[in-house]
C-alpha cells in the first residue's frame, strides 16, 4: 500500500458510517436484506469477521478500503448475490465455498436435510452404519449436513459438472468430512447400491419460466441447476426409474420439490413402485420435499413414513 493510500482522504468515512450507507443503497435497490448485504461486503472488503467489523466502527478507512468496498458494491447492485461475491454460504452451519459451478444453497433446502434426519431416526439409531447418495450434489450441501449429523454413515455425491464436484471436494476437506466421496457421472450412472437414503435437490425450473426468475437466480445461479425440462419434471422422471434397485429394502428417496410439484411427484414415485408421505412444508409453509419409499411386503404402506 502506498503512503497516499494509507492517509485517510479529507472526505475519510468510518467503518461504521460505510455501512451504513451500503445498507441505504442496498435498501433503495430494493434488496430483502439491506443491512446483511452491507455487513458481509464491508467485512469481507476488510478482510474481518462480524466482531471485528463492530470493534473497528469508528477507523477511518482509507481509500483502497474505500475502492474495495464500492468494488463489491456495483457488483450486489448489479444483483450479483452476496454468497457469489464473497464465494461462500452458511448452510446447515457449515460454511461452503461456492464457484460458478454450484447453486447457492437455499435456506429452504434445510428442510430436506430435516426431513432425511427424520427418516433416519424413525429407522433406528443416528449412530448406525449408513449409505448416502446425493445425485445433483453441487457445493456438496446436503450430502454434508448430513454426515455432519450421522457420524458412521458414509456417503457418495454425483453431479455432471466435473467443477461442481471438485467444489465439493474441496469442502469436505475442509469440514474434514472424509466420508464423502463424489464422483462425476450423469444422474445415477456411477452409484452401486444399496443406500439407505437417496436424496436430491435436482433443477426443477421449467424452461419457460426460467427468463422469469429473479436475476440473482437467472443470471448467476448455472442453468444446468435450475433447468428441469419443459415441465420442470425431467430429474424426477429419472430419480423415480432409477431409485428403486439402488434403495436398501427400508431405503427412502427424499427430494426437494417447486411450487406446486407435490402431487406429480408423489404420482412419479408411486408409477416406480414407491410410496410417498405427503410433502414436508419449509418455513414459509410451502410443500418443499417429498420423501417416498419402499411399500412394506404384502402393504400398500411405506414402512416408517
Known amino acids: 500500500m502506498s503512503a497516499d493510500s494509507a492517509m485517510p482522504a479529507a472526505t475519510a468515512r468510518t467503518v461504521d458510517a460505510a455501512r451504513r450507507g451500503l445498507s441505504e443503497k442496498f435498501r433503495t435497490a430494493g434488496f430483502d436484506s439491506p443491512q446483511l448485504d452491507a455487513r458481509l461486503l464491508i467485512a469481507h472488503a476488510l478482510g474481518c469477521d462480524h466482531t471485528a467489523l463492530l470493534a473497528d466502527g469508528q477507523r477511518l ?16 447492485l448489479a444483483h450479483e448475490p452476496v454468497a457469489r461475491i464473497i464465494g461462500a454460504k452458511e448452510f446447515w452451519s457449515l460454511d461452503l465455498r461456492l464457484d460458478a459451478a454450484t447453486l447457492v444453497p ?7 436435510v430435516e426431513a432425511a434426519l427424520a427418516v433416519a431416526d424413525r429407522r433406528g439409531s443416528r449412530a448406525r452404519p449408513l449409505r448416502i447418495a446425493d445425485i445433483g ?27 461442481a464436484v471438485v467444489a465439493a471436494q474441496d469442502n469436505a476437506r475442509r469440514l474434514s468430512l472424509d466420508r464423502a466421496l ?22 426443477y425450473i421449467a424452461s419457460g419460466d426460467i427468463a422469469a ?5 437467472r443470471l448467476f445461479d448455472p442453468r444446468l441447476a435450475l433447468d428441469g425440462g419443459a415441465d420442470g419434471l425431467h430429474f424426477y422422471r429419472a430419480i423415480a426409474a432409477a431409485a428403486p434397485p439402488l434403495l436398501a429394502p427400508d ?35 410451502v410443500p418443499r420435499v417429498v420423501v417416498a419409499s419402499k411399500a412394506a411386503a404384502g402393504t400398500g404402506d411405506a414402512p416408517g413414513l
Not at 483502497?64 to 463489491?72: F, T, W
Request: glycine share 8%.
Open 213 to 217: 426468475l429473479a436475476p440473482e437466480v
Open 61 to 76: 478507512l482509507d481509500s483502497a478500503e474505500e475502492a474495495s468496498i464500492a468494488a463489491l458494491a456495483e457488483r450486489r
Open 106 to 112: 437455499r435456506p429452504e433446502t434445510e428442510t430436506l
Open 251 to 285: 431405503g427412502a428417496v427424499v427430494v426437494e420439490i417447486g411450487a406446486g410439484q407435490a402431487e406429480p411427484v408423489a404420482a412419479l414415485f408411486a408409477a416406480a413402485g414407491l410410496v410417498a408421505s405427503p410433502p414436508h412444508p419449509d418455513l414459509n409453509g
Open 182 to 203: 463424489f464422483v462425476v457421472c450423469d444422474l445415477t450412472a456411477a452409484l452401486r447400491g444399496p443406500f439407505d437414503l437417496i436424496v436430491s435437490n435436482p433443477p
Open 137 to 163: 450434489t453441487g457445493s456438496g450441501a446436503i450430502l454434508l449436513a448430513l454426515l455432519s449429523e450421522l457420524r458412521n454413515a458414509i456417503g457418495v455425491g454425483c453431479d455432471i459438472d466435473s467443477r
